[in-house]
Antibody
């Protein structure tokens, strides 16, 4: 059974940093592109970042470019998101999602999410 | 930037059929696959349609997807509505290597 479990969310002040983790199990993690998708309270889904299976390709939404860094450790079946210079508008539930598409983007498995709150 | 536009909300009665649209801002929506996700309150999204019109195992055939190139839009149709279908629905495609979501549609079954 595919499982994605996020952790690391919490309350942080504007300008602060936070590192999210996603532990994957039930599939060959090293074979899949992985993503972070977020959802602000009461709002829609927003794709944040993706990283290819071998880390050769990394992409970011314009809203987080230069502030967030995605990474992965295939030996530990883990995905990470380092978030710096956090702003109030980064407040959201952050989901880890597997890209199950073959040559296209499709989020076939999602974690339960971890809440990040940016507030003074 | 490529955008997907959905109606904010739709409502229909149990047993009826509802269609949710998803319109692409530019280019041809038919060029890239469209997925549809259902999200119930407090839960993560789950896929109800992928590759424009394919249903994952476990999704009832009351759910169907289609593409209309003439209007540059995708549609999710749910027939035989049940109260359990009440949820938010999001379309999703991609632009270059970026995922793109529609703004979501709240379906009310009343």
């Amino acid at each position: 059974e595919v499982q994605l479990v996020e952790s690391g969310g919490g309350l942080v002040k504007p300008g602060g940093s936070l590192r999210l983790s996603c532990a994957a199990s039930g599939f060959t993690f090293s074979s899949y592109t992985m993503n972070w998708v977020r959802q602000a309270p009461g709002k829609g889904l927003e794709w944040v970042s993706s990283i290819s299976s071998s880390t050769s390709y990394i992409y970011y939404a314009d809203s987080v470019k230069g502030r967030f860094t995605i990474s992965r450790d295939n030996a530990k079946n883990s995905l990470y998101l380092q978030m710096n210079s956090l702003r109030a508008e980064d407040t959201a539930v952050y989901y880890c999602a597997r890209d199950g598409g073959e040559l296209y983007i499709r989020f076939d498995y999602w974690g339960q999410g971890t809440l990040v709150t940016v507030s003074s | 930037n490529f955008m997907l536009t959905q109606p904010h909300s739709v409502s229909e009665s149990p047993g009826k059929t509802v269609t949710i649209s998803c319109t692409g801002s530019s280019g041809s929506i038919a060029s890239n696959y469209v997925q549809w996700y259902q999200q119930r309150p407090g839960s993560a999204p789950t896929t109800v349609i992928y590759e424009d019109n394919q249903r994952p195992s476990g999704v009832p055939d009351r759910f169907s997807g289609s593409i209309d190139s003439s209007s540059n839009s995708a549609s999710l149709t749910i027939s035989g509505l049940k109260t359990e279908d009440e949820a938010d629905y999001y379309c999703q495609s991609y632009d270059s290597s970026n995922g793109v979501f529609g703004g979501g549609t709240k379906l009310t079954v009343l």
